[in-house]
């Protein structure tokens, strides 16, 4: 047998796809709404714990403009 014949007479490998398990489809989307869920429990706590501050106001936009504005400011 020659070199090339040697090279043919191997058996060949299928590919197999691997069938993706159900933790790992869940991993895309529990890990982004776990993160989600700790901005805004930080958001939370920060405002409304360390600055003594009302909850409602939390989400509005103008609060954190005003926190941006006084971060980054020139």
Do not use: C
């Amino acid at each position: 047998m020659t070199e090339t014949q040697q090279q043919n007479s191997k058996p060949e490998k299928k590919e197999v796809k691997k069938k993706k398990s159900g933790w790992s489809i869940a991993r895309w989307f529990l890990v982004p709404a776990l993160l989600v869920l700790a901005l805004a429990g930080g958001m939370v706590a920060g405002y409304v714990v360390l600055g003594k501050q009302d909850i409602g106001s939390v989400w509005q936009w103008s609060t954190w403009e005003h926190v941006y504005n006084l971060v980054f400011a020139p």
